[in-house]
T-cell receptor, first 110, second 114 residues
């Protein structure tokens, strides 16, 4: 089965609303990253977060290793937040190999 | 500091044609990765190198795909006899060879096979 599951698959927000994106993994992991993928395809690293909580501006990432989950919270969404959010795990036993989720496609409307 | 660079940014081929993608990693990064990302899916690792050595190419379709990194810096991914199923974005990333390494991605090459 799929080792990394992201939810929701897609999400539509009104500008100013908050969002919570989830990533769950079925096996133990060494580390994880959250990425934003621009509409033209380039990947931007948002957080590199082995465990705990990190914040950058309106974005907050929380990873709980023993519960095998990570979340990305977007507060006060803006139209420019539209795009795809991907989580990726380095699974235990797979040195430096990232396994990606399928992504959450976010659209923020005025 | 320059990021990961890739070329070309776009490629359109007929089935059966060959194509090469080029990647220049971040200076000082000894580990280089090639990913394939079909539409509406997450990236999937094809192959990765430490310096010039292939560490894992188990997901590389070896009959038509090949990847090299001869001097441990730039890398080339080649598809011989492309198929429509190869239509995807090809992403290159680099990192240091350390535990829990953060990977940095290039802009990708969007390939369409007609």
């Amino acid at each position: 089965g799929q080792q990394v599951q992201q939810s929701p698959a897609s999400l539509v927000l009104q500008e100013g609303e908050n969002a919570e994106l989830q990533c769950n993994f079925s096996t133990s992991l060494n580390s994880m990253q959250w990425f934003y993928q621009r509409p033209e395809g380039s990947l931007v690293s948002l957080f590199y977060n082995p465990s705990g909580t990190k914040q950058s501006g309106r974005l907050t990432s929380t990873t709980v290793i023993k519960e095998r989950r990570s979340s990305l919270h977007i507060s006060s969404s803006q139209i420019t937040d539209s795009g795809t959010y991907l989580c990726a795990m380095e699974l235990s036993g797979s040195f430096n190999k990232l396994t990606f989720g399928a992504g959450t496609r976010l659209a923020v409307c005025p | 500091e320059a990021g990961v660079t890739q070329s070309p940014r776009y490629a359109v081929l007929q089935e059966g044609q060959a194509v090469s993608f080029w990647c220049d990693p971040i200076s000082g990064h000894d580990t280089l990765y090639w990913y394939q990302q079909p539409r509406d899916q997450g990236p999937q690792l094809l192959v990765y190198f430490r310096d010039e050595a292939v560490i894992d190419n188990s997901q590389l379709p070896s009959d038509r795909f090949s990847a090299v990194r001869p001097k441990g810096t730039n890398s080339t991914l080649k598809i011989q006899s492309a198929k429509q199923g190869d239509t995807a974005t090809y992403l290159c990333a680099s990192s240091l060879w350390v535990n829990y390494a953060e990977q940095f991605f290039g802009p990708g090459t969007r390939l369409t096979v007609l």
